[in-house]
């Protein structure tokens, strides 16, 4: 767990370190320079843990149950406890809004559901095959998968 120091900011100066912080990330344009800033900027922990709080709360706003998020992500189920806390919030919500948007999140999800049905229910989707997929799983029970 990560620890704070402490010897305390003044108010001021705590203020002062976040909005210079959240500048420099508004600052990066590509994917290339916000993974290089943050591969260099956390630890190989901070990086694990805070690139699978994202998956957490999008499977979980898309509607996957507990079980299935913590055997796909290997996480334990405080971890999904403390996101789930926290999904409805404004942030989140914004979040969610422009993910939405975005044709090439939808694809990615889709293809993960489709993943994760073949590791779950391997035998199912041989049968099925894609269209079968598609029409069962995919279709009616969009919100559930994807």
Do not use: C
């Not at 073949?118 to 598609?134: M, N, P």
Request: aromatic fraction near 14%.
């Amino acid at each position: 767990m990560t620890q704070i120091s402490k010897r305390q900011l003044g108010r001021q100066l705590e203020k002062e370190v976040y909005d210079t912080f959240w500048s420099t990330i508004a600052r990066l344009t590509d994917k290339g320079e916000v993974e290089l800033f943050f591969s260099e900027f956390f630890t190989r922990n901070e990086k694990v843990n805070f690139s699978k709080r994202l998956p957490i709360a999008i499977l979980l706003y898309k509607g996957y149950d507990w079980r299935s998020i913590r055997d796909l992500l290997k996480v334990s189920e405080g971890t999904i406890a403390k996101i789930a806390s926290k999904i409805t919030t404004e942030g989140f919500r914004m979040f969610f809004n422009k993910l939405e948007k975005d044709e090439k999140w939808r694809k990615f999800w889709h293809d993960l559901a489709k993943t994760y049905l073949t590791i779950t229910h391997g035998d199912k989707v041989a049968r099925l095959g894609d269209e079968g997929v598609e029409r069962i799983y995919l279709g009616k029970k969009k919100k559930l998968l994807l």
